[in-house]
């Protein structure tokens, strides 16, 4: 498997819920539990492997786009990941968070693998941004 690195793109972490997610992606999931066989239902994400990161500090996701929801990786110049909010007993915490795309994945999805931090037991929602501009 041969891995794109997304230098110029943009990731933002959120550990809240958003109002405003219609602005904020052209596609979007629903809530991906950290589970490994997990499918979403909006565009039919799904959690294909959950693993310790290289480092041992997290855990590396990838999550199968499926390519009937996107044309192309290449039109994707920002992903939003948000993770859920935090019981109002605890603290929300900022994410260390990395992702690049894995080339020739499989035949119908696209790989994205996504490196969380230690603190990523909760489910994650991801805002893919197209190359298009806001009217």
């Known amino acids: 498997m041969k891995l794109q690195r997304l230098s110029n793109q943009t990731l933002l972490v959120v ?3 958003l109002f405003c997610s219609p602005l904020l ?3 979007e999931t629903d809530w991906i ?3 490994e066989g997990y499918e979403g239902k909006v565009i039919g994400a799904k959690v294909h492997r959950i693993e310790t990161s290289d480092d041992g500090a997290g855990k590396q996701i ?3 786009i499926p390519k009937s929801a996107i044309k192309s990786t290449d039109q994707i110049e920002e992903i939003v990941v948000v993770g859920k909010a935090p019981k109002k007993d605890q603290e929300p915490s900022k994410l260390n968070v990395r992702y690049e795309w894995a080339d020739d994945y499989e035949k119908d999805y696209y790989g994205l693998i996504i490196t969380l931090g230690e603190e990523s037991n909760y489910p994650i929602r991801l805002y893919l941004k197209g190359d298009t501009e806001a009217p």
């Open 25 to 27: 992606a052209d596609k």
């Open 33 to 35: 539990e950290l589970q």
């Open 15 to 17: 550990a809240a819920s």
């Open 62 to 64: 990838t999550v199968g």
